[in-house]
């Protein structure tokens, strides 16, 4: 009895500490929350809104200082024929490369949600996520070179008699392009490889949490495979393939490497950014620039949630 | 002839399923009779959701032959099967409303709008869920998720109806009204009933008939009296209420014989040690001495270990009845019982 007592007396400082916070639960929910708060609304959102800020000022084309007097005259400049090609250019870009991404994911992913077993699935795993192991430059100059007149692809088409076949696509319009690496179907190509990852796993994720007694359901009420798929696994895989078509699409709204190094050189929101900060030095423009893939984002969102993407969740 | 063979809904014969070595289901027949209310029982892993899983036609047997309505089913997928499932975690489509649950069935099979909706409606109303049918599945308690499954599989008007232990998850209290509404609603459509379940009261309290299962066999098929009063087999006294198993020396001391046998605790009468017992049935009682070891008190009963004066326990339920003697722990009792409560088992 002495010995309980004495040790109920004497905690250490931890263990009071543990217990003070303990038993004031929002008090630890606050100290938890602090840092990665302060993070959030210092470092990322405050970023986004001095690059707001910074949009509405101007340069001044004689002094080359940046004026704060706010203006919307970067935003009009937007609108002129070069910047709106470079947005349209880029929005379809961005387009293309997130439904290829899902059609090409959505079987893989499909496979290994319901079909791959443990060890199957575990090879999948490490070969979807292996090549965001190696650096993103080495891979982009990789596809540069297998995309090349010389490269790969297209000695694989003429070695079987298609390089007519190829050059035919090539000399499609808005595709066209001398080779693979010139043309905006080799940046597209690009593209699609890097960020096909990002729809590969949530697409994945979401089919596997479509129970089994779901599909046993459909067809013991007499939908035939074909219709399970339409009316139960497809609905509820959406939001799968609406959180992999955020990243596919602001991943390449964003992206200025890529396109810089394939493709036919006309420039991308990414480009145009990096060119207004760095060689003419207009800050604002830039930061106008900026917001176009944030609205663009937004307009992306409204529609996929008016068009019920993410009910299922 | 036709009727005779008409009124037999689902036949096994022979069926065996096997997964690699596990044997789930090992070389079963049996028949189970149009318009019954058919209980498969078992513990897990008995093969007794197999069995259902197999007339679903969800599993394919390893051997043997399925056939329900005098159909074989060999090679027809569930689709093609006029049997529905109540599946044990509901399985509704949680992207469609109650109603579009209800009628998935016959939007497939593409019954016409109107007729679609006024069926569903209907099925909702025999569960008593009128009215909910603009909420997601999301929006319900488990009690009425259930009731929704019970709708979505009965619209259809399957000629058998499967469930796989559909109470399983819902609290005590509601089980116990889902039993009666169950039973209820399986008179007022007359569609065969196959109930999976592991919980013997459940199986019991509803069913014409109950197949037993264990390690992949059927135990004893029978209706629920007589799988009770009259169990063929030790597993079947164990798992259908609680028995007092007799084995060897055991046995043959209390009875007199050699060979296991089994009686239920409540057919075993106590009366203060010195007494005898009573005269009218002295000719045809077994009696023996004993002290109690333990009471458990159980609110309508009690439940009662007694250590015998030649060896073993005996477990003893008494009706806590104002009228009747019950023992104290530690107390000396006789301990008899009519020789017909006795339950031997073959072989």
Redesign the interface.
């Known amino acids: 009895m002495a010995s309980l007592t004495e040790t109920i007396r004497t905690p250490s400082s931890l263990g009071r500490l543990s217990t003070y916070l303990y038993t004031r639960p929002r008090l630890l929910l606050l100290l938890l929350l602090v840092p990665p708060l302060l993070w959030l609304g210092i470092i990322y959102l405050g970023s986004l809104f001095s690059l707001l800020l910074q949009s509405f000022f101007q340069l001044d084309d004689f002094t080359g200082q940046v004026v704060m007097k706010p203006t919307i005259g970067n935003y009009l400049r937007l609108f002129s024929a070069t910047n709106l090609s470079i947005i349209l250019r880029t929005a379809g870009m961005a387009a293309v490369v997130t439904v290829i991404s899902a059609m090409i994911a959505f079987p893989l992913a499909y496979y290994m949600a319901r079909y791959a077993d443990k060890r199957m699935k575990a090879l999948f795993y490490v070969a979807v996520m292996l090549p965001l192991w190696s650096n993103y430059l080495v891979r982009v100059y990789a596809w540069k070179l297998i995309l090349a007149k010389e490269g790969a692809i297209h000695w694989i088409f003429n070695q079987l008699g298609l390089g007519g076949f190829l050059d035919w696509i090539l000399s499609l319009p808005v595709i066209e392009g001398s080779s693979l690496s010139t043309s905006y179907l080799g940046t597209m190509i690009t593209f699609v490889y890097i960020w096909l990852p990002y729809m590969i796993l949530p697409v994945q994720a979401a089919l596997e949490r479509v129970p089994r007694s779901l599909v046993e359901a459909s067809s013991d009420l007499g939908a035939k495979p074909g219709e399970t798929f339409r009316k139960v696994i497809l609905p509820l895989a959406i939001p799968g393939v609406a959180a992999g078509s955020i990243f596919t699409f602001s991943l390449t709204l964003g992206d200025y490497i890529i396109p810089q190094l394939i493709g036919s050189s006309r420039p991308f929101i990414g480009q145009a950014v990096y060119q207004f900060q760095g060689t003419s030095g207009d800050i604002p423009m830039a930061a106008a620039f900026a917001m176009v893939p944030i609205a663009i984002m937004a307009v992306y969102l409204a529609i996929a949630k008016r068009l019920g993407a993410f009910d299922a969740l | 002839m036709s009727n005779a063979r008409s009124s037999i809904a689902v036949t096994f014969q022979s069926v065996s399923r096997h997964y690699g070595a596990v044997k789930a289901v090992d070389n079963v027949s049996f028949e189970i009779l149009d318009g019954e209310f058919f209980a498969m029982l078992g513990p897990s892993g008995s093969g007794k959701t197999t069995c259902l899983r197999l007339i679903?036609?969800?599993e394919h047997p390893t051997s043997g032959s399925i056939s329900v309505h005098g159909r074989s089913m060999v090679g027809v997928?569930?689709?093609d099967r006029d049997?529905?499932?109540v599946?044990?975690?509901y399985?509704?489509?949680?992207?469609m409303t109650v109603a579009e649950n209800v009628a998935?069935?016959l939007m497939?099979?593409k019954v016409p709008g109107a007729e679609r909706k006024r069926r569903a409606e209907e099925a909702l109303e025999m569960v008593a869920l009128a009215g909910f049918g603009n909420r997601k599945p999301s929006q319900l308690s488990g009690g009425q998720r259930q009731r929704v499954a019970l709708a979505?599989?009965l619209v259809?008007r399957p000629s058998v109806l499967l469930l796989d232990e559909p109470l399983g998850a819902l609290d005590l209290k509601l089980r116990e009204q889902m039993q009666v509404e169950l039973k209820a609603i399986q008179r007022q459509v007359g569609i065969t009933f196959i109930y999976v379940t592991h919980d013997q009261g459940e199986a019991l309290s509803m069913s014409d008939r109950i197949a037993v299962f264990n390690q992949g066999r059927i135990e004893q098929m029978a209706p629920p009296s007589e799988l009770y009063e009259r169990p063929k087999t030790a597993f079947v006294a164990g798992f259908v209420g609680v028995s007092n198993l007799l084995n060897g020396d055991f046995a043959a001391r209390l009875t007199g014989e050699s060979g296991a046998c089994s009686i239920r605790p409540e057919k075993i009468h106590v009366e203060p040690a010195g007494n005898g017992v009573p005269r009218s049935h002295a000719d045809r009682a077994m009696s023996t001495a004993g002290t109690v070891k333990s009471v458990l008190y159980l609110g309508a009963g009690s439940r009662y270990e007694v250590a015998l004066a030649n060896g073993g326990d005996l477990t003893v339920m008494l009706q806590n009845r104002d009228s009747s003697y019950l023992p104290n722990q530690g107390e000396s009792v006789l301990l008899w019982w009519n020789a017909k409560d006795l339950m031997r088992f073959q072989g």
């Open positions: 679903a036609g969800f997928p569930p689709y049997v529905n499932t599946f044990q975690d399985a509704l489509f949680p992207h998935y069935g497939i099979k979505r599989a259809n």
